[in-house]
């Protein structure tokens, strides 16, 4: 995940690159999907292991999806009548967001499916007495067992964490710069478009990432009766239970 913002910034680019046509646009989409796999492979939870058959075909699906809504909403927009040319150029601008955030989303689920189907590991909250006797003698604490339930909550969180992440980075600096393309400074100086939309896209990634990361914690903690009954009585301080969400 520390390498997102700048590689990112990349494909982000391409996708917001103004005219884009039929072959830019599934060539980004295909880049950005490529990046979202190994973004979502490095950063599971690594109890359950995912096979590299499960991770092809995750990835064929969600570039198919991501495509399908890019090609489709293109072809889409330019029919609607009853819109404004100015609302016409602002809904393809944003067209490249709604491939993004469905196919982001569809990404994780794919990705980590497996998860949900097996379960990740569970482990017991801890007491501040446990923490310093486990620091002490470096003893591992021992998984509960597996829990599907966990999964949903990781895999749904992580999803949406994507889409938080992505709607600021696909929806402002494509608004920001439709409203710059007006000026006159800018029709003068149409080489400044790319520089201006690399800044804007990068200035909005250093904020939006940290932000979405953070809107659920990677190391969560539920109550242990809303997972299966066979935790129930496994609690461990306050009646908790605790799994790696994943990133």
């Known amino acids: 995940m520390s390498c997102f913002v ?4 990349v494909v982000t680019a391409g996708m917001l690159t103004p005219g884009l046509q039929t072959t830019g646009t599934l060539l980004w989409q295909i880049a950005n999907q490529s990046l979202n796999v190994a973004i979502n492979a490095s950063n599971a939870n690594k109890s359950t292991p995912l096979s590299t058959s499960t991770m092809v075909k ?5 570039v198919s999806a991501s495509c399908s809504v890019a090609l489709g909403l293109n072809a889409l927009v330019p029919r609607l009548k009853r819109l404004s040319p100015s609302t016409k150029i602002i809904l393809t601008r944003l067209v490249p967001f709604a491939a993004v955030a469905s196919a982001g989303a569809l990404n994780v689920f794919l990705m980590r499916g497996e998860e ?3 379960g990740i590991d569970v482990y017991p909250v801890l007491s501040e007495a446990e ?12 998984s509960l067992g597996k829990s599907k339930k966990a999964a949903v909550m990781a895999v749904g969180e992580t999803a949406i964490s994507r889409v938080l992440n992505a709607t600021p980075i696909m929806v402002i600096p494509p608004l920001i710069l439709v409203r710059l393309q007006r000026t006159a400074w800018l029709q003068k100086r149409p080489r400044m478009i790319l520089p201006l939309n690399l800044g804007l896209i990068l200035t909005t990634s250093i904020f939006a990432l940290p932000l979405a990361l953070a809107a659920f914690p990677q190391r969560q903690a539920v109550h242990a009766k809303s997972l299966e009954p066979e935790f129930w009585n496994k609690a461990g301080k306050d009646g908790k239970v605790e799994f790696n969400r994943g990133i």
């Open 116 to 118: 949900i189907r097996r």
């Open 131 to 142: 923490k310093e006797k486990k620091e002490r003698t470096g003893d591992e604490v021992k």
């Open 58 to 62: 995750s990835y064929f699906v969600a």
């Open 6 to 9: 700048l590689s990112n910034l």
